[in-house]
């Protein structure tokens, strides 16, 4: 425990890159809502490996089938099982990971914490266990999308030492996914193609930065004291793997400002109560305030490189490991969905969770 | 919902800024565990508002009482309450935020959320909620010093654009406690302090970092996939008021290595697997290493200040809103037990989640 | 743990019987809703001991105080905090308990369990544990009726072979309480006080049945499949002290009639879809079905009796103890407060989770 | 929802009976337990339909997969995922549910709260459902035996008048399974297998009592106040379809005896604490005492007959309903094995519960 997340509507994703499958069962996802595969299949596309020169070359197809839940092509309030079977399974490749931990990966925690691991593919902590958030966040963007008006999006705004020029008010989806790296910033996003393939090339790996943009959430979305809505898109996204923070509005930055100059004034904007500047992210209190919410997580270079590291194997030997087969250089491109389905999935949460309290 | 917080060591607090006062719940906390008022209240003093000239003058003993769940001075399983009683209410000198949304409080959201708001210093959005958390934390720690020999130690690292030069593996809690800002570089401290007397004459405010870290966590801790330990952490920063962000290990700063920089080796070191450098920040695929755990929370500067500023009322008419009475210029010196409360909340929790799971 | 109950209008619940005293905090309660100390105390009032002549005498006003979640009147959304003074110890009455378990008591399983036990009047699981929840349920009845139409009323129907003859569709809270045993059924309420009166005289105790009617839920309250209406009824009334079973609708006399026989055959009554019988009990396939939700709990008689009995003490030696001081003939006129409480709570949990899932 | 049942050893159930399948994921299964198809099937074919000429005739195999959660027959502390597909979908012989609510079904109240239903074959609400807890179950009964050494046993104690004469300290397994109907009294039994044959020529249906002892578990299992042992074990029985109610020890009889005859004497036998009589079924407090666990639970006659029946449509029109192809006459042979699984996953949900606590 625990692999589930969300409190009203709530998922629970189970499998490993090696067995049966992957999947995901969605408790609490309202009834009515026109639901097929084809709803949910794009988002796994542009999750899946595979997809372009600058991603893990990993061959799966990752084709999703809805296995109950739905009836006549409508949800009908019972649990949403969803799986994708796996296909590409090399556990030979694996074979010198059964002996040595990978440096920067779980399998040494792993062993401490639960005496034994899957070893094959890296088992529960392949980024394959992403499918059924990713899956489960198509269907918190569609309620959100339907039900409220409310869209998520992310994009890449750095690799490295690359940083794209992008407007979060303005940004279009169609303009994230124009490239392959997925930054909305046509030039930066070429001189990122380019420094990703240069790290393939070497065998090595980069990290950056994906932005997420949330529009339209209404004023009052949030569960103060604990549960507030930054505290679960912060939760949501440290979840997800190689991320090793979270920011949002003026983020670390906010600390160079005084409290006068950092303040959003409230002002009336077409009869609407709004403030002039966002520094506070679009939440205030732990509760959305109606401005865009806007936030920004690092993931940190993909561990797995093709040259020779230190490390120990299981039985506590110093020994060394170098990658083999299949190499990564860069998860940026296909984390944009995985920040996307976990922002909507804390969303669609406490949109329910606000029904709940109005009588 | 929600005020409770954690999984086995489940804390739930209550209580508004004026009122009968705020307390907490403990519910889960082992027994036989020695405890008294005299755990809770250094921690408390710690929190006080009134403790030095740099932060608000507001005057509470914030005196707290064991009103169940110990018997003989020992814990017996049973729920712990705890409770602080309001002393210094002014409800007067509120009396203009009856009419008015404070810019960048959560007066203007709580009523968008609830359609009503005890606007009496910020009734449960006031900082005294955390109270009941620090009080909890007290215990956490106890715990974790006694069973597991687990410390948490937090310190102020920035104050604007003031950095302190802080070693985490070796800085002590005295050293923290050596000044009125808890910045163990005496020097930096120095110019902190002076720098918030400079505010606070200003009638402006001032943000900064805190830096947390946890000291001998076992290999083990931490509940994959949506329960990381490092997950479980920022939301614990993100649930408490003020904090913009959070980062772990190398955090923010990973992106600029490549894979092959940024990963830990993995050496034997007097019979333990540990690894020689720890941009990891102690935790690997959310499950502790026994490394170090240390991780970074920015402040963004209080947002009441003495200068008037636009803002609404609550008739969604244009006006005007300036600070009066008690002023606090920098809430970092307090924050620092709040932090170590709400980590120290998040780590017996997760020691006692990995008891569960061990047949 | 837990000492926690409902997940949207959700209850903790502290405090022993000697100690600072007793109370509960409510987590999820709607804003806006009237409420002060004069909606509590009736309930509580129904609770308390002495009261009547055939309860226990302990000497308690159980006064209760709102200490947080209302402003001017009203909630605001925020943790409802209630407590109640404890008054009457006597930890000497109970000095031969600190060295021997009473039968039928839970002593023995607290030791087993904690380690530990608070010896002074049964500490936690004494029944003024229930204070909280009654509390908690009279905010639950208030929620009920104002927003839902919804009533809950429960009375006592056997006290040990004496039964009464209740109408449950048509029986009024004033015939409840028009006697102080609390059995709408004049004839038979006289002979239970009179039995209950010859029990307390023979320093010797009884029990019976109390039975609960739910009147206008509404269809759909539920939520399959685990936390279907009547299993999380029949979970809060095996939660309070000395019940020992639960039985809805045709309850363990189903079994003798055949299908044809038992079930409900729907009609249109009055524009809505009903049924004619209500072998049911108001609830199908976990989820009220608009009839009467209707069960009955039996309630043994208290282990508190003046008769030397045979038992063991702290050192696991046989030895013998004989009840002293005040004397308990009968909880079940105070049983039906908590019943209505406990039945209320898992209503208006329902009610709010109702809520939650609609778009 | 909820589709979970469970603290830590928690299982989410989904599927409906038309439709890709039926399966559940266990989250927090201990790591290392030795795990394969093999020690769940046998548990399924016991629940399965047309296992004898007593139950309904649907031609399932129930064969179960395990698709994540183990690794070289070892569970590895990640979520186990296991899955049935279904086989006997025949959604033509439901065409008439379609448009008409079947009688003490649950088609009605799906719709008043879902405003939507799956009407082939009862959908969610179908006994298929219960395959995932029989899945989880028999996970959970091996983990009892191994780690424990405690035993969950269930069997027919009655059906209609027909009672069985069973000593619940002695009752093996090999009895229960000795015939048909899964009652170890044979003399009984026979009675019943004929009157259960008798309802089946008849189109009718009976019910009965399935009654469960839990043997060896040790003292201290059980979380007051609210999660009491049998509060949780009433709440997972009441959660199974067609069951009225649950008593526990004495139960619903424990009324007619004063609490002098009713109490549990305490006795030191063979070193142990333990009582002499056992009204207390095994759990005082809430919390195991050592003694047997024992209760009871009544389910009705199944509610689909071959006989007309009123009801009214979905256009809230009277008409009349009658059963059509495969009847069931009998729940209870099949039920027995849907007892013993949600016992066992209290008792191993407790029991992980009270390890938590244990420092």
């Known amino acids: ?129 992403t499918i059924g958030r990713v899956a489960a966040g198509a269907v918190a963007k569609k309620i959100l999308k339907l039900s409220f008006g409310v869209e998520v999006l992310a994009f890449v705004s750095q690799v490295k030492e690359i940083k794209a020029t992008v407007d979060p008010a303005t940004v279009q989806f169609s303009e994230v996914e124009s490239n392959i790296v997925r930054c909305p910033d046509a030039a930066a996003a070429q001189k990122m193609i380019e420094l990703i393939e240069s790290m393939r090339a070497k065998g090595d790996s980069v990290g950056g930065i994906v932005e997420c943009v949330i529009r339209n959430a209404p004023p009052g979305w949030g569960e103060p004291v604990f549960d507030r809505l930054e505290a679960d898109l912060a939760k949501a996204m440290l979840s997800l793997p190689a991320t090793k923070g979270f920011e949002i509005g003026s983020g670390f930055s906010s600390i160079y400002l005084t409290g006068t100059e950092h303040n959003d004034p409230f002002r009336m904007i077409d009869g609407k109560v709004r403030t002039t500047t966002n520094r506070s992210g679009g939440i205030q209190g732990g509760i959305s305030n109606g401005e865009l919410i806007h936030f920004r997580v690092p993931f940190k270079p993909v561990a797995t490189v093709m040259h020779e590291q230190e490390t120990v194997d299981v039985e506590n030997k110093n020994t060394t490991l170098k990658g083999r087969g299949r190499h990564d250089p860069c998860v940026l491109p296909r984390a944009v969905p995985m920040v996307e389905a976990m922002a909507a999935l804390v969303l669609v949460d406490h949109a329910l969770r606000q029904k709940a309290q109005c009588l």
């Open 1 to 129: 425990m625990s692999n589930s997340f969300g409190e009203l509507f709530r998922i629970t994703t189970w499998g490993e890159s090696h067995g049966g499958g992957v999947g995901v069962v969605i408790d609490g996802c309202p009834p009515r809502l026109e639901l097929t595969e084809a709803d949910i299949q794009p988002d796994l596309d542009r999750r899946r490996p595979g997809q372009s020169s600058i991603v893990t070359p990993r061959k799966e197809s990752d084709t999703v089938q809805i296995l109950s839940g739905t009836f006549e092509g409508k949800t009908i309030g019972t649990p949403i099982s969803m799986m994708v079977k796996n296909e590409d399974m090399r556990p030979e490749a694996y074979s010198e990971m059964a002996s040595k931990y990978r440096p920067s990966h779980a399998d040494y925690t792993y062993v401490a914490k639960y005496g034994i691991r899957n070893w094959q593919g890296g088992g529960r902590t392949s980024a394959r266990e």
